[in-house]
């Protein structure tokens, strides 16, 4: 997300009385969880929602979620729900 985007949909959610619950991004040639860098950038203490593909084929994504506290991931369990 560009920066001032970002910043503008902050405000907005701000503004509408919502808070930010979590980030997420793909990482479409692995690996399934944060890394390095995503945790040294981490701005902001909320789930981080992961998307990667599954299985060596490419065609199934999973989603995994993580909170990062003190410098280590923690596995969130995701629930998804059709309503």
């Given at each position: ?6 910043v ?14 979590a ?19 981490a701005?902001?203490e ?14 199934t ?15 969130v ?7």
């Amino acid at each position: 997300m560009e920066p001032v985007e970002q910043v503008r949909a902050l405000h907005w959610m701000e503004a509408n009385g919502l808070d930010l619950l979590a980030i997420f991004h793909s990482h479409p040639t692995g690996p399934e969880a944060l890394s390095a860098t995503d945790i040294a950038e981490a701005a902001y203490e909320v789930v981080q929602i992961i998307w990667s593909h599954s299985n060596p084929s490419g065609r199934t994504w999973q989603a995994r979620g993580f909170r990062i506290e003190n410098g280590r991931l923690l596995d969130v369990e995701l629930e998804f729900t059709d309503g």
